[in-house]
């Protein structure tokens, strides 16, 4: 695929950094003369000092003959003017706009196309929010992603020294056809597991299950999955309010704190069982107040990143059982995991997922990069006319470093073996490094001997 980018910032500079691994053709645009250079000096793909609402740098980027227009600055209104621009020199790419402005998204019918005619709109604070509700759910998973609207289960678990689950993959016996075992995150390396391999401590396992089996599964592998009850939030900005106003449903006892009291005060007329508290996430004695020991979650999603890694480093010396920190520079994720914080979240991580779903081809409905970004895990429709249907798993020529994790069909979940069949139209969740995903793409997508 050709592929413009607008914006050489965090998200443009990573988006264009996976692509480029995956031999896209990326063409990147920025107004700052030092994020083109640090684009030229690491990533193999083309830049160009520019502005993305220059009708001619579009064209001398390449827009007539582009597949898709990601517009990701900072600036909703260049994001969208571009998508417009892109529209009007090339009617058939494919146009996905970063916004954040919720003002924007209230009135969702500027991006029809009787309008702006953007086909994706990102919001990454609303899929960063989405995140840590997913991992509030299973509190002792370290990644949990949902799929087909919640009914399969994707969940990531640590493997600590002493873990019964630790050991040859065979061990997982009583859970056929219940849980499969999709990947393994071990260090910096991901990679797709077989019955023969170890499971070891510090390992990042993926297990996937149907979410009616979820308590039962983790009850049989010995992991604890606890009632919640207990959440402080840190930070009253778009998403400390976003996710203060979706405890404030449940009967969670949640309390946010800000530093900033007219915020406060506007809050506490919004919410009605969420505490508002006027003050400092990185004080001491307010989180001692609080009664910081032993609560479930401290999240920090103050806008300050600096400022949210000690606010968690603070709350898990004073007895907070776990932490999510937001982080919005994402070379700074790898060092923060290893100080000790429990998990990272990050707007910017939020967009290049968000994005990546409509880069992938074959009929791709949604895309989670695995922690350490070296792997997927990819909800696909099987096609009629792919490489993999009316055959059965074990003969389907899947690379090495792919694997089905489940089927969808007809409303029902299979978790599935060697001899099961895969029927066009079947949703599969598939697991794949990423050094394999162009292989996987060409499975997934139409066969020449189909015309």
């Known amino acids: 695929m050709k592929i413009i980018i607008i914006g050489a910032g965090e998200v443009g500079f990573h988006l264009a950094q996976k692509l480029s691994e995956e031999h896209q053709d990326v ?53 969208l003017i571009a998508c417009l621009l892109g529209r009007h020199l090339n009617p058939y790419i494919l146009k996905v706009a970063r916004v954040r402005n919720q003002e924007y998204l209230q009135e969702s019918a500027i991006f029809g196309k009787e309008l702006l005619a953007v086909d994706r709109i990102i919001h ?62 071990r260090g910096e390396r991901v990679f797709i597991p077989h019955g023969g391999d170890d499971v070891v401590a510090n390992d990042l396992v993926y297990l996937i299950m149907r979410s009616e089996d979820m308590n039962e599964c983790l009850a049989t592998l010995g992991i604890e999955n606890r009632e919640l009850k207990r959440v402080i939030i840190v930070g009253a900005g778009q998403t ?22 007219a915020r406060c005060s506007a809050l506490a007329e919004q919410l009605d069982r969420v505490t508002v508290i006027n003050g400092d996430g990185r004080d001491k004695d ?42 919005s520079n994402l070379s700074y994720i790898p060092l923060v995991s290893a100080i000790g914080i429990d998990t990272v979240v990050s707007s910017r991580l939020s967009a290049i997922r968000a994005i990546l779903q409509y880069i992938r081809k074959g009929r791709i409905i949604s895309v989670a990069p695995l922690k350490g970004e070296h792997g997927e895990a990819i909800e696909a429709e099987a096609m009629p006319t792919s490489g993999i249907v009316n055959a059965s798993l074990s003969r389907v020529k899947f690379p090495k470093g792919a694997l089905v994790g489940a089927v969808v069909r007809d409303g029902n979940i299979i978790i599935p073996k060697g001899d099961t069949v895969i029927q066009p139209k079947d949703h599969l969740i598939i697991f794949a490094v990423r050094t394999v995903l162009p292989k996987l793409e060409k499975l997934l997508t139409v066969r020449l001997d189909y015309f």
């Open 27 to 79: 063409f990147l645009i920025d107004k700052d003369t030092e994020k083109i250079k640090r684009i030229t000096e690491n990533l193999d793909v083309q830049a160009a000092l520019g502005s993305g609402t220059s009708p001619q740098m579009l064209k001398t980027a390449g827009i007539t003959e582009a597949d898709m227009l990601v517009a990701a600055t900072d600036s909703d209104e260049v994001n």
């Open 124 to 185: 990454p604070e609303s899929v960063m929010v989405e995140t840590i509700r997913n991992l509030m759910s299973v509190p002792d998973a370290s990644d949990v992603i949902n799929f087909v609207d919640g009914r399969v289960k994707l969940i990531g678990v640590t493997i600590k020294p002493g873990s019964p689950l630790a050991g040859p993959l065979r061990s997982f016996t009583g859970l056929e056809g219940r849980v499969l075992v999709g990947a393994i995150l």
């Open 240 to 261: 400390g309010t976003a996710l203060a106003t979706a405890l404030d449903k449940t009967k969670i006892n949640a309390k946010i704190i800000d530093t900033d009291p």
């Open 286 to 327: 307010i989180l001692l107040e609080e009664n910081i020991e032993g609560i479930d979650f401290l999240i920090s999603v103050t806008g300050d990143e600096e400022s949210n890694v000690l606010i968690s480093l603070l709350g898990k010396s004073l007895g907070a059982r776990k932490c999510i920190t937001r982080v």
